[in-house]
T-cell receptor, first 114, second 113 residues
Framework: DAGVIQSPRHEVTEMGQEVTLRCKPISGHNSLFWYRQTMMRGLELLIYFNNNVPIDDSGMPEDRFSAKMPNASFSTLKIQPSEPRDSAVYFC????????????FGQGTRLTVV | DQQVKQNSPSLSVQEGRISILNCDYTNSMFDYFLWYKKYPAEGPTFLISISSIKDKNEDGRFTVFLNKSAKHLSLHIVPSQPGDSAVYFCAASSSNTGNQFYFGTGTSLTVIP
């Protein structure tokens, strides 16, 4: 397996624009996480899906952020409208929860909002 | 509110010596703990884990210790090598409250040759 795949690797956008980050989890994994890495908060959990259903979205900072998981092999994190303070590295991770294993991370998307 | 805390943003250690990275947590429901290692421009990679039924887990040069009464865990690296230089994240989860992983802010380890 190629691991968790995120796209794009880098995104530069202007304030006010819509941004969509994409994630393909490892095949067979039934849990998916979106994290944001910042200096102040480290790896901050934004949302957690289990079997494609959002279980905990309490970490989503505000209504400008939304996430979907239409099927077991794809998820998106959307920011609309984007703001400069959204600039960070966004990570997607997946896990096979039944086996109680660790989560595997993608390489991240570095988002810069100017 | 940060449920997992790493109070040391950075640590420098001489090659060959022991590196000790610390982590504290506030949620007594956490029952599974992990350490991840992260190099620049890469995603975090799993290093070692421990269940709350144990107080120690060892894997080669890496040992994790868990003190449940103090809500504290630590990662020991012996001997430290220059390739260990990275950011280390502590994480915790609870099988009773959803299994999502909560991470700390990370500790940047530099091993000096």
């Amino acid at each position: 397996d190629a691991g968790v795949i995120q796209s794009p690797r880098h995104e530069v956008t202007e304030m006010g624009q819509e941004v969509t980050l994409r994630c393909k989890p490892i095949s067979g994994h039934n849990s998916l996480f979106w994290y944001r890495q910042t200096m102040m908060r480290g790896l901050e959990l934004l949302i957690y899906f289990n079997n494609n259903v959002p279980i905990d979205d309490s970490g989503m900072p505000e209504d400008r952020f939304s996430a979907k998981m239409p099927n077991a092999s794809f998820s998106t994190l959307k920011i609309q409208p984007s703001e400069p303070r959204d600039s960070a590295v966004y990570f997607c991770a997946s896990r096979q929860e039944i086996l109680n294993t660790e989560a595997f991370f993608g390489q991240g998307t570095r988002l810069t909002v100017v | 509110d940060q449920q997992v805390k790493q109070n040391s943003p950075s640590l420098s250690v001489q090659e060959g010596r022991i590196s000790i990275l610390n982590c504290d947590y506030t949620n007594s429901m956490f029952d599974y703990f992990l350490w991840y290692k992260k190099y620049p421009a890469e995603g975090p990679t799993f290093l070692i884990s421990i269940s709350s039924i144990k107080d120690k887990n060892e894997d080669g040069r890496f040992t994790v210790f868990l003190n449940k009464s103090a809500k504290h865990l630590s990662l020991h690296i012996v001997p430290s090598q220059p390739g260990d230089s990275a950011v280390y994240f502590c994480a915790a989860s609870s099988s009773n409250t959803g299994n999502q992983f909560y991470f700390g802010t990370g500790t940047s380890l530099t091993v000096i040759p």
